[in-house]
C-alpha cells in the first residue's frame, strides 16, 4: 500500500520569502515522489521529481524539493516566493519495486503569495 | 512539445444522458488515466490502462467505463449520468520507462449534470 500526506490545506507567504509546502509519504518498496502544480481551471503540471541519487532535486520554475529518507518526506521548497507561483500543489508517491505504474497523490496544498 | 488532449473543457449535460469524455495523447505512452477531481477530496482514480484494450479498476469506477480501442486515445463514459457525477474530469498519460514515470495531464474537462 502507498499513501501521501500533505498536513497543510493552505500556505500563505509573503512574496519575497522562501516557501515550504510539506509531503511526507508511505509506500512499501522504493519511492518515485513527484511534486505537481495546478493552476485554476487547468491541468496539474509536473515539477520535479526524485527516482534515485542526489537527496536534493531541482525541477522546474526555480522550485526544489528535499528527499528524506529517514523522516519519509519529500518537502517542495522555493528560496523566494513569487505572486505568480500561488497555485495549488500536489505530491504523489509510487512504488517503484512493486511494478504498479499507479501513483497515489496528497489531497494538494494552496499556496497563496502575497504582494 | 508532448500533448494531451481533452476533447470538451466545459460540458453541461442533464441527469440520465449518456455521456462521452475523449482523451488523446500523442507521446506514444502505454499508460493512460482518468481521474475525478473535487474540493478538498484531491484526485481520486476512476480507471487506468497500461495498454490497448486493457484497463483496471481504480478506486471510484462504479458508475464509469472507459474504452481504449488504440493506443493514443482513452475514453471515459458516464452510461447514464447523475448529479453526484458533477466535477473537474482529469486524462493523463506516463511511459512504462522506469527513468521517468511522471503523468502528463490534460487541461480537465468541467463537467456538469443537472
Known amino acids: 500500500a502507498q499513501s501521501v500526506a500533505q498536513p497543510e490545506d493552505q500556505v500563505n507567504v509573503a512574496e519575497g520569502n522562501p516557501l515550504t509546502v510539506k509531503c511526507t509519504y508511505s509506500v512499501s518498496g522504493n519511492p518515485y515522489l513527484f511534486w505537481y502544480v495546478q493552476y485554476p481551471n487547468r491541468g496539474l503540471q509536473f515539477l520535479l521529481k526524485y527516482i534515485t541519487g542526489d537527496n536534493l532535486v531541482k525541477g522546474s520554475y526555480g522550485f526544489e524539493a528535499e528527499f528524506n529518507k529517514s523522516q519519509t518526506s519529500f518537502h517542495l521548497k522555493k528560496p523566494s516566493a513569487l505572486v505568480s507561483d500561488s497555485a495549488l500543489y500536489f505530491c504523489a508517491v509510487r512504488d517503484g519495486t512493486g511494478g504498479s505504474y499507479i501513483p497515489t497523490f496528497g489531497r494538494g496544498t494552496s499556496l497563496i503569495v502575497h504582494p | ?114
Open chain 2, 1 to 114: 512539445d508532448v500533448k494531451v488532449t481533452q476533447s470538451s473543457r466545459y460540458l453541461v449535460k442533464r441527469t440520465g444522458e449518456k455521456v462521452f469524455l475523449e482523451c488523446v495523447q500523442d507521446m506514444d505512452h502505454e499508460n493512460m488515466f482518468w481521474y475525478r477531481q473535487d474540493p478538498g477530496l484531491g484526485l481520486r482514480l476512476i480507471y487506468f490502462s497500461y495498454d490497448v484494450k486493457m484497463k483496471e479498476k481504480g478506486d471510484i469506477p462504479e458508475g464509469y467505463s472507459v474504452s481504449r480501442e488504440k493506443k493514443e486515445r482513452f475514453s471515459l463514459i458516464l452510461e447514464s449520468a447523475s448529479t453526484n457525477q458533477t466535477s473537474m474530469y482529469l486524462c493523463a498519460s506516463s511511459s512504462r520507462d522506469v527513468d521517468t514515470g511522471e503523468l502528463f495531464f490534460g487541461e480537465g474537462s468541467r463537467l456538469t449534470v443537472l
